[in-house]
Nanobody
């Protein structure tokens, strides 16, 4: 089992920045990748960014150039730095951990409780 605890989030104006953190505990050795998802009201949950144990990163197109995902392996923590925020970034952001990699796809099966990010116009 893996436990994920998020912190950060909040309310910011358009163009502002926020940083999210997620501390992982439990069976850390089983994690292939850590990621951040978001879900806005009425929308499906989407993968915003993920980072592998090797440090390889991937972003959804809308986050490229604005968001940065990073990890501190010593602290078992993953971060999401969000800059140039837009109202459409408003959502609940979830930290997730993938414990398997099947057919080239990471299976995210552990989730944090979620943290609200609101960007005002």
């Amino acid at each position: 089992q893996v436990q994920l605890v998020e912190s950060g989030g909040g309310l910011v104006q358009t163009g502002g920045s926020l940083s999210l953190s997620c501390a992982a505990s439990g069976k850390i050795s089983s994690i292939y990748a850590l990621g951040w998802y978001r879900q806005a009201p009425g929308n499906q949950r989407e993968l915003v960014a993920h980072i592998t144990t090797a440090g390889k990163t991937n972003y959804v197109d809308s986050a490229k150039g604005r968001f940065t995902i990073s990890r501190d392996n010593a602290k078992n923590t993953v971060y999401l730095q969000m800059n140039s925020l837009k109202p459409e970034d408003t959502a609940v952001y979830y930290c997730a951990a993938a414990s398997s990699w099947i057919g080239g796809v990471y299976e995210f099966d552990y989730w944090g409780q979620g943290t609200q990010v609101t960007v005002s116009s």
